[in-house]
């Protein structure tokens, strides 16, 4: 008897903008993650702290072409099918359905695109996993109202859901409301479409769009309960427990703290109110969450069904702020008992079982996994095989940590969708070198490559480990 339930949800994960690309095509209109640059201003553009509103000659922008799903999905997806994925989760790009993000009517030629691909997943037998924004937002919206800083957006993504929930109800089920929603205080343009004036309170701008989204989130739980009761919605969070460096119970607390910060969100979406911790820590620092009549009723009635994740890595705290760090997006204290990727980021299978467990243990709601994977460098043979014992040997070692914290702990867990399960593009670092996929993509970091899909040798562990349901590793 396997340890997983049966009808456990294994599969793939990728975001529209790391692999769609035709950014111009089939009437879509411009976002935020088109104009983020490949190379050295990369950040300072995620970041908010310089404003990129179009393209320019001096740079390459990836998010423009992908690995070109936008006309390869028939043929990823029946890759995915090869493999026996029961789960697929992808993510729209809003500017397919709205260009500009406020228009009257939705985009038909957009709405058909998910549509037939949402059909395809079904004729594979893989349900459909949505994300409704993996850190995209129309530019128009940005220009316009200054993205989701703006009360605006509440209503346009209440418009967004509408539209998509209607329109493919009996093809989708499960939903995620916002990809790794703690983005925006990490990499705000990227996560919330939010850039900076000269002088302008930054942590403020923060958070007034986080309340924005944690509002729209509800909404959409509420919007796709109402169409079909049958919906399954869920928060989606860049998880990662946060370790004490020491048992000085000064890295303790700063431990808790950085844990805290991470959950707040979660608590939102979760629980349905601000937790008290985040509003008097918020209130000490002069931050006002802009409440209007009927928010906290709103979050108390629609929380989520389920709690999604990614999981890459464990992070680590001190109380010393001189201690070197390690990893990039979540920089962290470095953990000298563990091994990293040539990112930087480090491995810990056994941290997966913990942040299973304490999410568990704070939300007792099912969890999703729906990323965890190795970012690493691949060199293929002439036919495009790698031989890629690295990714085996991490997811393996992280499907044996999910497997005891079902088995051995009780963890209620719906599915596992490992990250990048065909190459794509890096969201931190805009590369195609930095790959996860079970599928190889002929394509380099400058754009140059003939796209062609190649299966390396994860590709039939993996569809193994789905036959099996986790028990052959
Ligand atoms: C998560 C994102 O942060 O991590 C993905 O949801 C991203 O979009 C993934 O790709 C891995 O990060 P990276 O930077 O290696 O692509």
Redesign the pocket.
Known sequence: MSRFPEGFLWGGAT?AN?CEGGYNEGGRGLANVDVIPHGKDRFAVMLGDKKMFDFDNEHYYPAQTGIDMYHHYKEDIALFGEMGFKTYRLSIAWTRIFPNGDEAEPNEEGLKFYEDLFKECHKHGIEPLVTIT??DCPMYLIEKYGGWKNRKLISLYENLCNVIFRRYKGLVKYWLTF??IN?ILHLPFMGAGLYFEEGENKEQAMYTAAHHELVASALATKIAHEVDPNNMVGCML?AGETYPYSCNPKDVWKAAEANRDNYFFIDVQSRGAYPAYALLDLERKGIKIPFEDGDKEVLKKYTVDFISF?Y?SSRCASADPKMETAGN?FASVKNPHLQASE?GWQIDPLGLRITLNNLYDRYQKPLFIV?NGL?AKDTPDADGYVEDDYRIDYLREHVKAMGDAVELDGVELLGYTM??CIDLV????GEMS?R?GFIYVDRDDEGNGTLKRSKKKSFDWYKKVIATNGEEL
């Open positions: 975001a790391q993996h850190f990809n790794e983005m860049a990614s890459y997006v990112w990323e970012g990250w990048g890096s969201a931190s670092t930095k996860y």
